[in-house]
């Protein structure tokens, strides 16, 4: 791996990071645990769209663990893990089944995957039903974010990446 590239993926880590930070001071949207944003997911969305899945999926994997030991706890960990992962996977395969076209479709399927993983993890930890009740919540707000968050990332796309390759 060469310079260039290793200082592209530190950018887009510390951004990723940034912007991790910053949402975590936003007040929740919703009175509903695990609902927010995902505005991180601009970048991994960017980088499907202009990098290799490896050099995204070492991106998500750095942010996710960066996060955790700077803002979180390490039952967080696993939560972001599991809502990550399945939320890359989905990205990766509908980017490419779209040809890199209608990022929002992509942002609002990998949205939705994100917070099912995350009702998955903590069906498994706490072997509670209950926590199903969240299904629809999770469902929509997967769908109202992935589609905010797809078009942020269009317009990154659009407006940030012919600054940052110039470099």
Known sequence: MNSKKIANL?????????????????????PVPGMKLGLANIVTLVMIRNFTARDTFLVLIMRILLSTFFFGQFISL???????LLCFAVMLMVNKLLQGHYLFLTSILGGTVHNLGQLLIAFLLTSVSGVLVYLPFLVISGILTGLFTGLCAHFAQKYLMPVISRF
Do not use: D
């Open 10 to 30: 530190a950018l887009f880590t510390t951004i990723a990071l940034a912007v991790y930070a910053a949402e975590s001071t936003l007040a929740p949207i919703l």
């Open 78 to 84: 696993l939560y972001s893990l599991c809502g990550g």
